[in-house]
């Protein structure tokens, strides 16, 4: 299977877990040392998973136009634009994605992960 693909297998969990309000199953995708960038902040690997115990996170999400770096024998980068809604918001919102994951195993894991909202202002 092509690097791109296994790395959106992966990334495509990830929300499934989101949409579902499954935090163990965030978590299982996460690498312990898990390190997540959004405009919120900093976010681990429990506190990433924790905000799941309210429930779904969204409601509807679709990933677009996604890219794949190959960093090395264990290392994969997949970027991509998210479109989802929030639950109780009928209006979607849009974020840009980098995940970096690593291979071990069979599987992978993901080490870090930064969302960058759409029509955010370069610095």
Not at 17 to 37: E, I, N, S
Request: no cysteine; glycine share 10%; hydrophobic share 50%.
């Amino acid at each position: 299977m092509a690097l791109r693909d296994e790395l959106l297998e992966m990334e495509r969990r990830v929300w499934h877990a989101m949409a579902a309000g499954d935090a163990a199953a965030d978590a299982a995708l996460l690498a312990p040392g898990f390190l997540g960038l959004s405009p919120a902040g900093f976010a681990g690997r429990e506190a990433h998973a924790a905000a799941l115990a309210r429930g779904p996170a969204v409601t509807a999400w679709r990933i677009e136009a996604p890219q794949a770096m190959d960093l090395g024998p264990a290392l994969g980068l997949l970027a991509y634009r998210a479109v989802f809604t929030r639950p109780g918001q009928a209006a979607e919102e849009a974020m840009y994605v980098a995940s970096l994951w690593q291979r071990q195993g069979a599987g992978w894991v993901n080490l870090y992960s930064q969302d960058t909202p759409e029509g955010a202002a370069l610095p």
